[in-house]
């Protein structure tokens, strides 16, 4: 129990003391989990309304994809990036390879299928009649769509904060990609981790609180933004 307090205690002279290295960390976390976030839901909300909205072939067998790799394992998702980014691979030549930007393209490909799956069941939770009226009004494949989608906004806002919080607390693939470098790719999830294997219980639990106090006040203003109090 000692332990615990001490971490809450450590905690709050952290975030008060303002220490350098522990806001390097915390923005980075932030940087990289927000990229990730942006640019998996602009790719998988469009997709997910499509592949709902529309009918073709393979569409059973690409939902049925799209689902299961909603539970990819990261350390899958890590090595085939670290693969892709490494010198011997086919992007290895523009040197991302422990950088930031390969763990963004981790964490893409981790909640991207998390993002458009969800996209896909909010979308066909729309009343039909509401799709029907506007198709009945000639609204165009792209207008009924974003019509759906305005209908789906509540459920859509969750999928992005699902997406956001699959992000921010990744372990696995950001330590395979990134390095866990001081200074450089350290984030507070690899954080936690280090601090935990060098016996520093009281700051891997200051960590832990930090991080979750970010995530709380991300998707408290989510929810302000929505209006719900």
Do not use: C
């Not at 699902?162 to 990609?177: N, Q, S």
């Amino acid at each position: 129990m000692g332990v615990i307090i001490d971490g809450f205690i450590q905690a709050i002279l952290l975030i008060v003391s303002l220490d350098p290295e522990i806001i390097d960390i915390a923005s980075l976390s932030l940087k990289v989990s927000g990229a990730s976030t942006l640019l998996a839901s602009a790719m998988g909300i469009p997709l997910g309304a499509f592949i709902a909205l529309n009918e073709f072939p393979l569409k059973r067998l690409l939902k049925n994809i799209i689902y299961t790799l909603m539970g990819l394992p990261p350390v899958v998702a890590g090595l085939l990036v670290f693969l892709m980014v490494s010198r011997a691979g086919p992007l290895g030549t523009y040197g991302l390879l422990f950088t930031p930007t390969a763990m963004v393209i981790a964490q893409v490909l981790l909640i991207l299928p998390i993002i458009t799956g969800l996209t896909i069941t909010a979308t066909r939770a729309v009343d039909r009649a509401i799709i029907d009226t506007a198709i009945s009004m000639g609204a165009g494949r792209l207008h009924t769509a974003l019509i759906t989608l305005n209908e789906a906004k509540q459920a859509l806002i969750v999928a992005v904060l699902a997406g956001f919080g699959r992000a921010v607390a990744e372990v696995g693939a950001v330590m395979i990609v990134g390095g866990d470098i001081r200074w450089s790719t350290r984030v507070l999830t690899t954080s936690i981790v280090l601090e935990t294997r060098m016996g520093n219980y009281s700051m891997a639990i200051a960590l832990g609180i930090i991080l979750l106090s970010l995530s709380f006040v991300i998707n408290m203003a989510l929810n302000l933004l929505q209006g719900e109090r």
